[in-house]
């Protein structure tokens, strides 16, 4: 992709991560070194555990603060913006955690399901299948409005936690494409996320739909790469140079 001529022709997904693991050495790019031509998608953390161990997310506080250091959270790797999810909510709530990584999601919610840790931060649509079933319990998500698939979960801002963690999908291609291939990407993309059926699969799979244009695509990567920086900080995670 870094290495693709800046035609319009050659287009990727670009992650959440870009905005920050160039400052832990995971990555040695950033959006700076692509294209963003729009946001497509937005989904927040939801702090999730195994049905019968806690009913609540003041529960969950309350028996952590009792036994710092013994809560085991899992989630998609060091680094990467589960694992800081959890690390947010543990700053804002004054909780000590154990946090596990994982190659992915799916191993840290088997690891749940198995007892082999107390929760996971992963997004809501990663544990929707468990949660109808009735084998997890979802206590809250971290977004700033509950999730249409959950509309009984409240946020954490609802109980009072200032915590607003989500991961984004946004599309872009390498740097240099000029504003007019641009603006024919964007908006070309754009009407395909007003299509009824791409509205509809992606409702079925339980991923939040967040059109934002090319300004407000590059804000929402800057407001979040903020937000983060000092939990990557108070992780030890930034690289020394």
Not at 139 to 152: Q, T
């Amino acid at each position: 992709m870094l290495q693709a001529p800046a035609d319009g022709y050659t287009l990727a997904i670009l992650p959440v991560e870009l905005g920050f693991l160039d400052k832990t050495g995971v990555y040695p790019f950033s959006f700076k070194n692509f294209t963003m031509i729009m946001n497509l998608n937005t989904d927040p953390a939801a702090l999730t555990v195994k049905t019968g161990t806690f009913k609540s997310v003041q529960e969950f506080i309350a028996y952590g603060k009792a036994n710092p250091g013994k809560l085991k959270v899992g989630h998609s790797g060091t680094g990467l913006l589960w694992h800081l999810a959890a690390a947010t909510f543990a700053r804002e709530t004054g909780l000590e955690l154990v946090y596990v990584p994982f190659d992915g999601a799916a191993p840290a919610i088997a690891a749940l399901l198995g007892g082999q840790i107390d929760a996971v931060t992963v997004s809501g649509a990663e544990v929707s299948a468990q949660v109808r079933a009735g084998d997890l319990t979802m206590l809250a998500c971290m977004g700033d409005k509950r999730l249409a698939i959950f509309p009984n979960i409240p946020t954490l801002k609802e109980l009072g936690i200032n915590v607003n963690i989500n991961t984004f999908r946004g599309l872009g291609g390498p740097a240099g494409i000029p504003e007019e291939r641009v603006k024919i990407l964007h908006d070309g993309f754009k009407k395909m996320m007003e299509d009824p059926e791409f509205v509809n699969t992606l409702n079925k799979m339980g991923l939040g739909i967040d059109y934002r244009n090319t300004e407000d695509y590059k804000k929402l990567a800057i407001e979040t790469a903020n937000t983060l920086a000092p939990v990557i900080e108070s992780l030890g995670l930034v690289r020394k140079k």
